[in-house]
Nanobody, 122 residues
């Protein structure tokens, strides 16, 4: 069984920084794209940033230049460094990973973390 465990959320003042981490564990043969998404009440979950196994990244326009996604393939861990935080960044942030659990599993399945709250407020 695969688990994604997030950490690093919290309360921060506008202009501040936070670093989110997400570690995948369990039965893992291979990990493809990893990423971060966020959701606020009454809105759809939106992509924040994603990173391929080779390190190619993609960001939402709203976070470009402020957030940086990275990963440690040896640890099956993805990070999100968030700088210059704004009140509109307040949301529950979810980690996502596309994982083949075993060599016999020929497709990648989507896995999600439990979510971590990020609140930007003075």
């Amino acid at each position: 069984q695969v688990q994604l465990v997030e950490s690093g959320g919290g309360l921060v003042q506008p202009g501040g920084s936070l670093r989110l981490s997400c570690a995948a564990s369990g039965s893992i043969f291979r990990v493809n794209v990893m990423g971060w998404y966020r959701q606020t009440p009454g809105k759809q979950r939106e992509m924040v940033a994603v990173i391929s196994g080779g390190g190619t990244t993609n960001y939402a326009d709203s976070v470009k230049g402020r957030f940086t996604i990275s990963r440690d393939n040896a640890k099956n861990t993805v990070y999100l460094q968030m700088n210059g935080l704004k009140p509109e960044d307040t949301a529950v942030y979810y980690c996502n990973a596309q994982i083949r659990a075993t060599i016999l599993r020929l497709v990648y399945d989507d896995y999600w973390g439990q979510g971590t709250q990020v609140t930007v407020s003075s």
